[in-house]
């Protein structure tokens, strides 16, 4: 068996993976909770999202150490949030917390002006000739409020992603990144594959504070003394550069890349296609992939939080009006009530943009066609989960119009489509295609193990190695 580490350090989790990629099985899997958030009560009625950096570094070693046992692995790869940001010393130490992506400190006015960070950050593209997409919670825009806010550190620091600064705590390395997490900063130069130098000294950024962008899935370094301890793998392990979650869960979900459409619901969602070069449009990212294509990608904000969002109002008015607030988890009886109510929710519609759009932050969710009929909790749940599918579907529209090819296959991936039916059942009448899902339930970290084993050798190219991926 020939056998590589996948680590995927997500918002709520942390997981470890070892995969045989002979057989294309997973041999091992680790998941703990990822406890490491800070954010204080009052930070998070502002909009804040804060995390300690260190303790993340430990779940992620404490994770792989839990699949490490008896395993023969060749090489780690490493995947996570792709947004967010955090800033580190000279030595690797974090001096900041790590900023999330669903941080809104960028849709604040910053001081003694009317614009916020995101809108004087696009004018400026504008003017710069940049074709830079800075959002809430993306890397460029944290650091340019702290720099507005004089909260940057006087000594020398890099600003770095979350991937990026686990991989530089394995091996005892300073942060680099790849184009994968580089184009979710706001400061990324598509079309050159590099930093928007005039962009970011525009912004009043030292460049020098950027990470060393280097070639996907690159050797970043050997696995350190220290970490090797603290998970019981030899010292010497090759690391290798990390990607972005969305690239990595695509990476281990889609084996046909050219006709494959992929959902992926967690606690947001993205629809992702796969092409040969893409351009941003309207609400689509064109993001880098590893193997040097890319993706054509409409990442909402709307996803597993949203339904989360309604199991929360169903427990609170448990909690009010009865005293008790329920079961700690209502998923099942939300969808045996919605399962119940015919499509169309009898005319009650759901615009699920409950924390607006990437576009537009600003804009929130709509109820419409209430009545006497059709408001109870099962249309309800319905008409919020045909609102998640109607998203993805306006997003898949766009891609059409574009011309991203003929997509005759739909994938599902992430918790979100994994554990409710009845939002796949959605979904697929939505698209008129059927969905399948990989029978490994771990795409993200299936994915960076895939990549690890083409910078081992075992596969000469990322889409080779996503053949080995099988469905349920």
Not at 181 to 198: C, K, P, T, V
């Amino acid at each position: 068996m020939t056998e590589f580490l996948g680590l995927d350090i997500g918002t709520t989790t942390v997981t470890a993976l070892v995969l045989d990629v002979d057989s294309g099985k997973v041999l091992s899997v680790a998941t703990l909770p990822n406890d490491s958030e800070v954010t204080s009560a009052a930070d998070k009625a502002r909009g804040r999202s804060e995390w300690d950096a260190n303790r993340m570094m430990e779940r992620s070693a404490e994770a792989i150490s839990k699949v490490a046992s008896g395993s023969k692995i060749e090489g780690i790869g490493v995947t996570g949030q792709m947004h967010g940001m955090l800033l580190v010393s000279s030595d690797g130490a974090p001096v900041s917390p790590f900023v999330g992506w669903q941080d809104r400190r960028g849709s604040e006015p910053l001081p003694h002006s009317d614009a916020t960070s995101v809108e004087t950050m696009l004018e400026l593209a504008r003017e710069t000739g940049a074709a830079c997409l800075p959002h809430v919670g993306y890397l460029g825009v944290s650091l340019f409020w702290m720099g507005k806010q004089g909260m940057l550190p006087k000594e020398a620091f890099k600003a770095a992603f979350l991937p990026d600064f686990i991989v530089a705590g394995l091996t005892g390395t300073t942060p680099v990144t790849d184009a994968t997490n580089a184009a979710g900063s706001g400061l990324y130069d598509a079309e050159n594959r590099s930093w928007h130098m005039d962009f970011v000294h525009g912004l009043g950024l030292d460049s020098n504070a950027l990470p060393t962008i280097v070639d996907s899935g690159a050797l970043a370094g050997k696995l350190d003394v220290r970490y090797a301890s603290a998970t019981g793998l030899p010292a010497g392990l090759p690391v290798y550069a990390a990607c972005g979650d969305n690239q990595a869960s695509f990476a281990g979900s889609v084996a046909d890349y050219a006709a494959s459409l992929l959902i992926n619901v967690g606690t947001g969602g993205q629809v992702s296609a796969n092409v040969p070069e893409a351009v941003p449009a309207g609400e689509l990212e064109a993001r880098p992939f590893m193997d040097g294509s890319d993706l054509m990608v409409g990442a909402g904000l709307v996803g597993g939080r949203s339904y989360a969002w309604l199991r929360d109002f169903f427990r609170q008015i448990g909690d009010a009006f009865f005293g008790q607030a329920g079961e700690t988890e209502l998923y099942d009886k939300m969808n045996q009530l919605a399962s119940q109510v015919p499509p169309g929710s009898d005319g009650l519609h759901c615009e699920p943009l409950f924390t607006g759009t990437r576009t537009e932050p600003d804009r929130r969710g709509i109820w419409k066609g209430v009545g006497t009929a059709n408001f109870t909790p099962g249309h309800v749940a319905r008409a919020l989960l045909e609102g998640l599918a109607s998203q993805f579907l306006e997003l898949y529209q766009q891609m059409e119009a574009l011309d991203v090819g003929n997509r005759t296959k739909l994938v599902g991936a992430g918790n979100g489509i994994r554990k409710n039916a009845l939002l796949r059942t959605i979904l697929q009448d939505s698209f008129e295609m059927r969905m399948v899902i990989p029978k490994h339930k771990e795409e993200a970290a299936f994915g960076a193990a895939l990549l690890a084993a083409v910078g081992g050798g075992r596969f000469e190219t990322l889409p080779e190695a996503s053949t080995i991926i099988r469905y349920q």
